[in-house]
């Protein structure tokens, strides 16, 4: 069965410093995993996707993130944070490229302080 | 990316009654749907998976019955919660997929229902 942690439930930040979300999975197959940005009563937009090419995943809006196969990992990082940043992400995990089940990570929600 | 259009975005309706949520792919044919629901300040939960012209697969747990899904056509899916209680107060997301080229599935805004 796949299961995905999200380690931080808050993290704060100043404007201009690195982000890091952390996600580790669990998975018995060959996992898919992304990162979704959902802002206040909105949707949820997809930052970036792994689904068994590239370990390193650049994003959308600067994010990228690192597939560790080893650490069980997909975390989250950015080298510069912006106010618009603050928003709730979620890792998730899937099945290798099948989007039937998403399954959602608890969200970290990201502030950036001034 | 692809344009998924959920409506409404808030509603507010008396306990005992029915509310259904549309859920439309703007610019593509879904040929699957996702229903979510999300407690505050928690994550998503899948409620159930529908693929156009066919019966919603409903996760364990929830009641099929109370959470209605019709899929009929390829960019259009309803949800309707049927006799809505307080508990059933929650924000429900959908998320299609069936673009071309594409395994992405792509989410709508979201609708807040509040059953008072």
């Known amino acids: 069965a796949q299961s995905v942690t999200q380690l931080d439930s808050h993290v704060s930040v100043s404007e201009g410093t690195p982000v890091l979300l952390r996600c580790n999975y669990s998975?018995?197959?060959?996992?898919?995993l992304f990162w979704y940005v959902q802002h206040p009563n909105k949707g949820l937009q997809l930052l970036l996707k792994?689904?068994?090419?590239?370990?390193l995943v650049k994003g959308i809006n600067g994010f990228e993130a690192e597939f560790k196969k080893s650490e069980t990992s997909f975390h989250l990082t950015k080298p510069s944070a912006h106010m618009s940043d603050a928003a709730e992400y979620f890792c998730?995990?899937?099945?290798?490229?099948?989007?039937?089940?998403?399954?959602f990570g608890a969200g970290t929600r990201l502030a950036v302080h001034p | 990316g692809a344009v998924v259009s959920q409506h409404p975005s808030r509603v507010i309706c008396k306990s005992g009654t029915s509310v259904k949520i549309e859920c439309r792919s703007l610019?593509?044919?879904?040929?699957?749907m996702f229903w979510y629901r999300q407690f505050p300040k928690q994550s998503l939960m899948l409620m159930a998976t529908?693929?156009?012209?066919?019966?919603?697969?409903?996760e364990q747990g929830v009641e099929k019955d109370k959470f209605l899904i019709n899929h009929a056509s390829l960019t259009l899916s309803t949800l309707t919660v049927t006799s809505a209680h307080p508990e059933d107060s929650s924000f429900y997301i959908c998320?299609?997929?069936?673009?071309?080229?594409?395994?992405?599935?792509?989410f709508g805004q979201g609708t807040r229902l509040t059953v008072v």
């Open positions: 529908s693929n156009e012209g066919s019966k919603a697969t409903y």
């Open positions: 998730v995990v899937t099945l290798s490229g099948g989007y039937n089940k998403l399954i």
């Open positions: 998320s299609a997929s069936g673009l071309q080229g594409s395994t992405e599935a792509f």
């Open positions: 792994y689904t068994s090419a590239a370990t």
């Open positions: 998975s018995s197959y060959s996992p898919s």
């Open positions: 610019d593509f044919q879904a040929t699957t």
